[in-house]
């Protein structure tokens, strides 16, 4: 091999240098911040007009006072990968919402493969082994809640298809909407027992319809976190209990409530 002379290669070093080291660095486009709100949202509203649609149209607009910097905080630099973690709304929604995701089996996976998640990654099928919130209630980056019932059925089936297959989700959402249904059936029947006791509510009976809310609301974060806890322990036979509590309260108890007629054989138990 014949020896290239030094000036030569000098000269081949610095054009190599210049190709992969352009003189204006490619990210001069993505200011670094840190910006005000105010400022996220009037540049991209240039930028993304129907991004910014869909988050005042959603649940996280200016109203609730849940800003851009809420999930991004307030500079481009890990941005999106700060908003894609569950972390970035379990701070918020500490309740029943992050309760019922983290005993279901999408939220055990995770918690198993926390530290482990490239969270660079858009959150699109492939990317991700099981979703967290931001996999299915911004999906795609829909800042409307991709899960809201006002998109159809069809939005979160094709979502939960991504990994699942098509008849495998139509049953658990068919599943789902059945469970809903009955749990609405008990909650009219509580608000009607209710009613019967007209102008003598008291304050018992009051907390008996505020905790029928409560169950069915569970029953919703049960159904649409697929957490069994949450169907059943926290959803059904709670709201069976409010109905049996309601009946006492009024006098009307059920002619099978538990509360009423012993079990065959119970005197034998050993409480
Ligand atoms: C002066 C304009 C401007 C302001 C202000 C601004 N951005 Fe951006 N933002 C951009 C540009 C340019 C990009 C590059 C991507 C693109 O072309 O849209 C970007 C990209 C992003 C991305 C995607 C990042 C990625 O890695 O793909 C997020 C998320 C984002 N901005 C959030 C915010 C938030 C939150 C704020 C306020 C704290 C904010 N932006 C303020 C112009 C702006
Ligand atoms: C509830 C949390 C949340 C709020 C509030 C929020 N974002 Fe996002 N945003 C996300 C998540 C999560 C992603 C990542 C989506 C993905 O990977 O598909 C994202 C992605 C983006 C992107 C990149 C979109 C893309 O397709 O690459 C931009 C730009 C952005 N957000 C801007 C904003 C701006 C501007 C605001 C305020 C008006 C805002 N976001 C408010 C959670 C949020
Ligand atoms: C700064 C606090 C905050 C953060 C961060 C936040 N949220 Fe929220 N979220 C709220 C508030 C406030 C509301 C509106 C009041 C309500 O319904 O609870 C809301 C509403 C919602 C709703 C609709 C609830 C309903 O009853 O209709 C969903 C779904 C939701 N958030 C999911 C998320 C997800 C997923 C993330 C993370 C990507 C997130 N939130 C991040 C505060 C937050
Ligand atoms: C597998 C997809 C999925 C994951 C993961 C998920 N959610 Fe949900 N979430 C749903 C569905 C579906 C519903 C029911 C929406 C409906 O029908 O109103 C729901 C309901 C909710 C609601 C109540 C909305 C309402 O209308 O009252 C909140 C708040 C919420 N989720 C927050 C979260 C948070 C926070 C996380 C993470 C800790 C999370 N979700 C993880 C799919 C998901
Ligand atoms: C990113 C991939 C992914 C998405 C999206 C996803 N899942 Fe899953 N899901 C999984 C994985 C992985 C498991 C664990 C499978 C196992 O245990 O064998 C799982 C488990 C489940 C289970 C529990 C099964 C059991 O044996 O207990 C149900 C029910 C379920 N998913 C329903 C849904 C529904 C409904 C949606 C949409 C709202 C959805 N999934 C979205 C990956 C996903």
Redesign the pocket.
């Known amino acids: 091999m014949r020896a290239i002379p030094q000036q030569r290669l000098t000269g081949i070093l610095l054009a190599l240098l210049c190709m992969t080291t352009p003189l204006v660095p490619a990210d001069t486009s993505t200011p670094p911040g840190p910006f005000t709100d105010t400022e996220c949202i009037s540049c991209h509203t240039e930028r993304d007009p129907d991004l910014i649609k869909q988050w005042r149209r959603g649940p996280h607009a200016a109203a609730s006072k849940v800003v851009c910097s809420s999930c991004h905080g307030v500079q481009h630099a890990g941005a999106n990968q700060k908003a894609r973690q569950?972390q970035g709304?379990?701070g918020c929604?500490a309740g029943p919402?992050?309760h019922s995701?983290s005993t279901s089996k999408?939220g055990v996976i995770n918690r198993i493969a926390e530290g482990r998640q490239d969270w660079n990654q858009p959150l699109q099928r492939g990317n991700y082994r099981a979703?967290?919130?931001s996999?299915?209630?911004l999906h795609n980056g829909n800042h409307g809640d991709s899960?809201?019932?006002n998109h159809g059925p069809e939005l979160?089936q094709w979502i939960c298809s991504g990994c699942h297959s098509p008849r495998y989700v139509q049953a658990q959402l068919g599943n789902g909407k059945r469970q809903l249904e009955i749990a609405d059936l008990k909650l009219t029947e509580g608000k009607k027992l209710i009613a019967t006791a007209g102008a003598s509510k008291d304050n018992a009976l009051l907390k008996l319809q505020q905790s029928l809310a409560h169950h069915r609301k569970n029953i919703?974060?049960g159904v649409?976190?697929?957490s069994p806890d949450y169907q059943w322990w926290h959803g059904q036979p709670a709201l069976d209990g409010d109905l049996i509590r309601i009946r006492e309260a009024i006098g009307k108890p059920h002619p099978e409530s538990p509360l009423h007629t012993s079990p065959p054989g119970d005197s034998k138990l050993n409480r």
């Open positions: 569950d709304c379990t929604h919402a992050s995701y999408h979703p967290g919130c996999y299915c209630h899960m809201a019932p979160r919703l974060y649409g976190h697929q």
